[in-house]
């Protein structure tokens, strides 16, 4: 058995204290996996329906076609093992700033991670997603130039709710085009956000894109005895 609470890892990193916990909640006698930054909880895997409908609404607006997708934000890698169980998919490059966060998938303190770092088709690259994107060197190590038909990102709370002030310029139409850029034609660019859809985002959206759509994902919460929602914006590029 395990025990009711443990904390797997505790790394310090340039934006704070990050740890690993497992706990049994009580209200639903399930092993919840949660990751704290400092004392604010990034992410936990009692609510991840928001990060699968990321991959499987941005890939929904794609062709039958072999794809090669973006993940930023590794977190607990539910976004990232969505995307590879769509067989259209033949390549997930995943883009993580926080080395400890690849490292708990790599030492399989997480469940189903082998299902993601054995995979083939999976590439892990420790990296600030916005300053690849900003600085033009790219997802792709080995490629620099290379465009991908999707582009997922998990990482910010939304976008006028960021992490670190660094990361808000993507969310300004000169941010978006340069994400755009990164696409291949008729590609689609997904984004989680724990708000609300925010039509002044949209607005932005629908001036880099030809499509853009606020999806609004509802899931039970057993904490509230009710339901939550987060939102997944859609974008998609010019065939």
């Known amino acids: 058995m395990h025990p009711r609470f443990a904390e797997l890892d505790w790394v310090p990193t340039r934006i704070g204290e990050v740890s690993l916990r497992r706990r049994l909640e009580?209200?639903?006698?399930?092993?919840?996996?949660?990751?704290?930054?400092?004392?604010?909880?990034?992410?936990?895997?009692?609510?991840?329906?928001?990060?699968?409908?990321?991959?499987?609404?941005?890939?929904?607006?794609?062709?039958?076609?072999?794809?090669?997708?973006?993940?930023?934000?590794?977190?607990?890698g539910y976004t990232a093992r969505t995307a590879l169980a769509d067989d259209r998919v033949r390549s997930v490059i995943v883009v993580e700033a926080l080395a400890p966060v690849i490292d708990w998938h790599r030492r399989d303190l997480l469940p189903q991670a082998r299902t993601l770092t054995a995979d083939p088709r999976t590439t892990l690259v420790e990296g600030d997603f916005f300053a690849m994107l900003r600085d033009g060197t790219g997802f792709d190590p080995a490629a620099p130039d290379r465009r991908f038909d999707a582009i997922?990102?998990?990482?910010?709370?939304?976008?006028?709710?960021?992490?670190?002030?660094?990361?808000?310029?993507?969310?300004?139409?000169?941010?978006?085009?340069?994400?755009?850029?990164?696409?291949?034609?008729?590609?689609?660019?997904?984004?989680?956000?724990?708000d609300a859809p925010d039509e002044a985002f949209l607005t932005v959206l629908r001036q880099c894109f030809v499509t853009a759509t606020a999806h609004v994902v509802t899931f039970p919460n057993p904490l509230t005895g009710g339901s939550s929602a987060n939102t997944v914006y859609v974008a998609t590029s010019a065939g």
Do not use: C
């Open 152 to 194: 997922l990102v998990d990482i910010d709370h939304s976008p006028v709710n960021v992490l670190d002030p660094t990361h808000a310029d993507l969310y300004t139409t000169t941010g978006l085009r340069r994400l755009g850029s990164r696409l291949r034609p008729g590609g689609a660019f997904g984004l989680w956000s724990d």
């Open 26 to 76: 009580p209200t639903t006698q399930t092993e919840v996996y949660e990751v704290k930054l400092g004392d604010e909880y990034l992410m936990s895997s009692l609510f991840t329906v928001a990060e699968q409908e990321l991959a499987r609404l941005t890939l929904a607006a794609l062709p039958d076609a072999p794809l090669d997708v973006v993940v930023g934000g590794l977190g607990l």
